[in-house]
């Protein structure tokens, strides 16, 4: 089972992204989230989509500004950006869980399954 996050690049302040999480090998995620980690810091919680109680998670920094959708068909996570602010700067990387326990996701250990991470830089 692999994860494959794309769509990251260079945007300045103002403008907007759309990343991609596109899962293979047959297995159910029952939540997928999005995590991102600048350098030095610690990987931070983005946002999560739980497919069981159907609800969304964002963090308190990307409220309002960040969108997360799902295309079961597809089998791919979609993480729309608009406003980017040069504090969203990171590498994103996209997870997922077939651990199903409810709550919001948002601790990367909650995750059994990562991708590759794709750089988002945003320039003031």
């Known amino acids: 089972v692999q994860l494959q996050a794309f769509g990251g690049g260079s945007v300045q302040a103002g403008g907007s992204l759309r990343l991609s999480c596109a899962t293979s090998g047959g297995a159910i995620w029952y939540v997928m989230g999005w995590f991102r980690q600048a350098p030095g810091m610690e990987r931070q919680f983005v946002v999560s989509i739980d497919s069981i109680s159907r609800t969304t998670h964002y963090a308190d920094s990307v409220k309002g500004r960040f969108t997360i959708s799902r295309d079961n068909a597809k089998n791919t996570v979609y993480l729309q950006m608009d406003s980017l602010k040069p504090d969203d700067t990171a590498v994103y990387y996209c997870?997922?869980?077939?651990?199903?326990?409810?709550?919001?996701?948002?601790?990367?250990?909650?995750?059994?399954?990562w991708g590759h991470g794709t750089q988002v830089t945003v320039s003031s």
């Open positions: 997870a997922a869980t077939s651990i199903y326990i409810g709550g919001t996701y948002s601790v990367p250990s909650l995750y059994n399954n």
